[in-house]
């Protein structure tokens, strides 16, 4: 029996990239596709609303939008809330499934003793530092059991609720469920990839970036708050 799947895409400020994301992920075939805006100057929400009024059909997943506080954890809370799915797929809205994505979680899950999972990850735009960075981003997490946004975390929802969702925080708030997820059961390194962008890391320059994302994730790991981090992190999340 097929498992209902509710991706939920919390967005700031998205409109260059939610059009693309939203079509592209209306075409899988999941039941829901929840949109949760934390407050955008620019024109994501009206954006979103449109694309829901033209597109909406059998043929594509029920698109909603729903406006929360801003920040990405709380966004992804209240997307929980809001949806009804059996899995939660939590979706950047400048990341793009791969195509099998509904059928490669649905497979996966079948094992009951997968609580959740993560994809691999490459880029939009080929490059020696893209393939660099994407590579040791998906072994980090295969070889830690520790995913980030970017890799479109999944989980099952009665585990999600069990853990408490997204603990409200500024920063790191996929480490810290990762790390709370994983202790309620095996999680799944799949080998397929989504695809997001890699303008993070051309803002500031690959090389800075790596070294600023080593450096957060450290202080982290030693204790610093996630508050003070958020200080130190300018770059596009």
């Known amino acids: 029996m097929a498992m209902s799947i509710s991706v939920i895409i919390p967005t700031l400020d998205e409109e260059r ?3 693309a994301t939203l079509a592209h992920t209306a ?4 039941d829901e596709l929840i949109v949760v805006d934390g407050g955008s100057l620019d024109q ?3 954006l979103v609303e449109s694309y829901r009024r033209k597109t909406q059909s059998p043929a594509h997943s029920p ?3 729903v406006i929360a506080p801003c920040g990405r954890a709380r966004q992804m809370n209240e997307g929980a809330k809001a949806s009804g799915g059996e899995i939660l797929l939590f979706l950047h809205a400048d990341t793009l499934l791969p195509d099998d994505a509904n059928t490669i979680i649905e497979t996966m899950l079948a094992d009951q003793r997968i609580v959740g999972g993560r994809f691999d990850v490459r880029f939009d735009r080929p490059s020696m530092w893209g393939t660099i960075i994407s590579r040791m981003m998906s072994w980090r997490s295969r070889l ?3 995913a980030t946004g970017d890799q479109a975390l999944f989980v099952r929802r009665h585990i999600f609720e069990q853990i408490g969702g997204f603990a409200d925080m500024p920063l790191m708030e996929d480490v810290d469920f990762s ?3 994983k202790r309620k059961g095996a999680t799944a390194a799949l080998t397929a990839t989504v695809t997001t962008s890699f303008r993070r890391w051309e803002r500031h320059g690959p090389l800075r970036t790596i070294l600023l994302m080593w450096a957060l994730r450290f202080l982290y790991w030693i204790g610093v708050r996630a508050h003070t981090l958020s200080r130190w992190y300018g770059l596009v999340r």
Request: aromatic residues 6%.
């Open 27 to 30: 075409s899988l075939g999941f």
């Open 17 to 19: 990239t939610i059009i």
């Open 44 to 46: 994501t929400p009206v």
């Open 63 to 65: 698109v909603r939008l």
């Open 144 to 146: 830690s059991g520790i």
């Open 179 to 181: 790390r709370r997820l």
